[in-house]
């Protein structure tokens, strides 16, 4: 068998996000999780809750597209992991910045 591309899933702790799969596509995601765990040799496949936020992670780190575009695009304090505002000064966004004292 192939080896799967995603392999053991990280322990991280999650961010709740509700989204809505069809029937087929949550079918999908258990075999998946099916295969890694036997290719893994885990007991029980992973579940959905860490497998999809690791396939998506996956799924946007490998778009060369995505990649290039935000390589492009990055701002300094954005690299070091911190949020920019619009006017580019960081830190938290709370709304429209506001005008600067002359």
């Given at each position: 068998m192939?080896k799967?591309r995603?392999g053991?899933?990280?322990?991280?702790?999650?961010?709740?996000?509700?989204?809505?799969?069809?029937?087929?596509?949550?079918?999908?995601?258990?075999?998946?999780?099916?295969?890694?765990?036997?290719?893994?040799g885990?007991?029980e496949?992973p579940?959905a809750?860490?497998?999809?936020?690791?396939m998506?992670?996956?799924?946007?780190?490998?778009?060369?597209?995505?990649?290039?575009?935000?390589?492009?695009?990055?701002?300094?304090?954005e690299?070091?992991?911190?949020?920019?505002?619009a006017?580019?000064?960081?830190?938290?966004?709370?709304g429209?910045?506001?005008p600067?004292?002359s």
């Amino acid at each position: 068998m192939a080896k799967l591309r995603i392999g053991p899933l990280p322990d991280d702790r999650p961010v709740k996000r509700t989204i809505v799969f069809t029937a087929a596509q949550d079918a999908l995601i258990r075999d998946y999780a099916a295969a890694i765990a036997a290719q893994e040799g885990l007991s029980e496949a992973p579940k959905a809750e860490k497998l999809v936020p690791a396939m998506v992670e996956r799924f946007i780190m490998t778009d060369r597209g995505f990649r290039h575009r935000k390589e492009a695009t990055v701002a300094p304090s954005e690299s070091l992991g911190r949020p920019v505002t619009a006017d580019g000064r960081g830190g938290a966004d709370l709304g429209p910045a506001l005008p600067r004292p002359s």
